[in-house]
């Protein structure tokens, strides 16, 4: 029942920056940990950045430093802040909901494309 609705991909330079959104609707947002998962074309899908209903926070070495997630419980909101994009980080990005805490992630949004030019 729940549905997540990501927004704010698109084409940047080297360099630049995006704020991905994503609203969850139908569910009870502040009891889930939330993630943002990546997938380019032949490589395999990784976890870019997750936040549980703490605040804490992981990320993956790739993005440290440049990447930041972030969660609004009074807009159902979560989003992920992305600097000093690299072509490397050109990939379909979805916001994903982890109800249990315990990795599942069974809901999936539709997927936001971010392409990052050299």
């Known amino acids: 029942q729940v549905q997540l609705v990501e927004s704010g991909g698109g084409l940047v330079q080297a360099g630049g920056t995006l704020r991905l959104s994503c609203v969850a609707s139908?569910?009870?947002?502040?009891?889930?940990?939330m993630g943002w998962f990546r997938q380019a074309p032949g490589k395999q899908r990784e976890l870019v950045a997750r936040?549980?209903?703490?605040?804490?926070?992981n990320y993956a070495e790739s993005v440290k430093g440049r990447f930041t997630i972030s969660r609004d419980n009074a807009k159902n909101t979560v989003y992920l802040q992305m600097n000093s994009l690299k072509p490397e980080d050109t990939a379909v990005y979805y916001c994903?909901?982890?109800?249990?805490?315990?990795?599942?992630?069974?809901?999936w949004g539709q997927g936001t494309q971010v392409t990052v030019s050299s």
């Open positions: 994903t909901a982890d109800l249990d805490g315990l990795g599942h992630y069974d809901y």
């Open positions: 139908r569910g009870i947002f502040i009891l889930y940990t």
């Open positions: 936040i549980n209903r703490s605040s804490v926070t």
